[in-house]
């Protein structure tokens, strides 16, 4: 069974930086592309960023590119997101999910950013 | 960027009805187009992907058609359990994007 764990939610003040971490189980990690997408309060689902198998590929939303960086580790089935200079806007449910086409998703980790 | 634009944004319907949501591309994605289903306080679920193929253990009720520009997602008997926030997102170009969401309600 697919397993998807995200942590590393908190509440941080703009301008701050976060790291998301996700854990998964259940299928071959190092062959699947792996993906963020969040979901902001009262709004809809938001495709952050995605990255390639080896992670010499990534893909970003225009708004967190230079401030988001996507990043894997397969030795350890972890997926990261390094969130830095954070805005309010940035403030949601951050979800794993795997696959180019996210086919399993985690239960997410909330990020606030507010002062 | 490619916009995607779901009608409508909210929908209520009868145990039984058929039902069908439309999302609309900016310009066109050839068949790079999946539907999803969230409840609240869950995980989004994948229902299609490719425009029209039902992903693995989704039930029969639902199905998706469409290319180019026009797709919709059509429910053929509504279920109580169908009650949901249903979302199209695009896989033909980056940066991808999600439709804005329709909300499913159940009379």
């Known amino acids: 069974e697919v397993q998807l764990v995200e942590s590393g939610g908190d509440m941080v003040q703009p301008g701050g930086s976060l790291r998301l971490s996700c854990a998964a189980s259940?299928?071959?990690?190092?062959?699947?592309?792996m993906s963020w997408v969040r979901r902001a309060p009262g709004k809809g689902l938001e495709w952050v960023a995605n990255?390639?198998?080896?992670?010499?590929?990534?893909y970003y939303v225009d708004s967190v590119k230079g401030r988001f960086t996507i990043s894997r580790d397969n030795a350890q089935n972890s997926l990261y997101l390094q969130m830095n200079n954070l805005r309010a806007e940035d403030t949601a449910v951050y979800y794993c999910a795997r696959g180019w086409l996210p086919d399993s998703w985690g239960q997410g980790t909330l990020v606030t950013v507010s002062s | 960027d490619i916009q995607l634009t779901q009608s409508p944004s909210f929908l209520s319907a009868s145990v039984g009805d058929r039902v069908t949501i439309t999302c609309r591309a900016s310009?066109?994605?050839?068949?790079?187009l999946a539907w999803y289903q969230q409840k609240p306080g869950k995980a989004p679920k994948l229902l299609i992907y490719a425009a029209s193929t039902l992903q693995s253990g989704v039930p029969s009720r639902f199905s998706g058609s469409g290319s180019g520009t026009e797709f919709t997602l059509t429910i053929s008997s509504l279920q109580p359990e169908d009650s949901a926030t249903y979302y199209c997102l695009q896989l033909n170009k980056y940066p991808h994007t999600f439709g804005q969401g329709t909300k499913l309600e159940i009379k």
């Open positions: 990255i390639q198998r080896d992670g010499t590929e990534e």
């Open positions: 259940g299928f071959t990690f190092s062959t699947s592309w």
């Open positions: 310009q066109g994605i050839s068949s790079s």
